[in-house]
């Protein structure tokens, strides 16, 4: 079965400093893909990334950074030098694969960060 | 950009009644998907169509129903709403299987 697992609940950190989010998923399939989105207090949902199980490079954009680690089943989320904007829900998801199907997203319950002044 | 766009932000509708709700993208995406959000549980899959008249159940199908008659457009339906049903429901696109999901703004249902 497929599963996704963000422990954190709930994190409140200071402006400017840095923050990871955990994720760790659950598959028995090869082939699979891996997400994160934002949530912000408006409520719309905003994917940040994309990744196939098969490139294992770590991603960065701007302030933001991805850590992929298939030998832990990990998929973790950097954001340095954090903002109030940075405020948020961030959900990491994993793609069904094969035995699920690729089109159904499996998501995690979500981390809260709160960025504070 | 792409653009998904749910009927209502805010509902209220009473036990028993029959629940419409509308989900329309302007990207020609295959794919469109209806999730409900709850506290502390993410996003679950309702239901979700790969193409004009096609669906497929996800994981919490029960006491929901959907339509797409066209491509751009997909209904979730709630038979007979119940308190239970009361949640955030989002509406979601994508051009392909394991694509990234393009997100409407929600509808928040209440049901007394």
């Known amino acids: 079965a497929q599963k996704v697992t963000q422990a954190q609940t709930e994190i409140s950190v200071v402006e400017k400093e840095d923050v990871t989010l955990d994720c760790v998923y659950e598959t028995r399939d090869t082939t699979y893909y891996l997400f994160w989105y934002k949530q912000p207090p408006s409520g719309e949902l905003v994917f940040l990334i994309r990744?196939?199980?098969?490139?294992?490079q770590n991603e960065i954009s701007g302030r933001y950074s991805w850590n992929f680690q298939k030998s832990t089943s990990s998929f973790n989320f950097t954001i340095t030098a954090s903002q109030v904007v940075d405020s948020a829900v961030y959900f990491c998801a994993l793609s069904g694969g094969f035995s699920g199907g690729y089109n159904k997203l499996i998501f995690g319950a979500g981390t809260r960060l709160a960025v504070h002044p | 950009d792409v653009k998904v766009t749910q009927s209502s932000r805010y509902l209220v509708k009473r036990t028993g009644e029959k629940v419409f709700l509308e989900c329309v993208q302007d990207m020609d995406h295959e794919n469109m998907f209806w999730y409900r959000q709850d506290p502390g549980l993410g996003l679950r899959l309702i239901y979700f169509?790969?193409?004009?008249?096609?669906?497929e159940k996800g994981d919490i199908p029960e006491g929901y129903s959907v339509s797409r008659e066209k491509k751009e457009r997909f209904s979730l339906i709630l038979e007979s709403a119940s308190t239970n049903q009361t949640s955030m429901y989002l509406c979601a696109s994508s051009p392909l299987a394991a694509y990234e999901q393009y997100f409407g703004p929600g509808t928040r249902l209440t049901v007394t």
């Open positions: 169509s790969y193409d004009v008249k096609m669906k």
């Open positions: 990744r196939n199980s098969f490139d294992e």
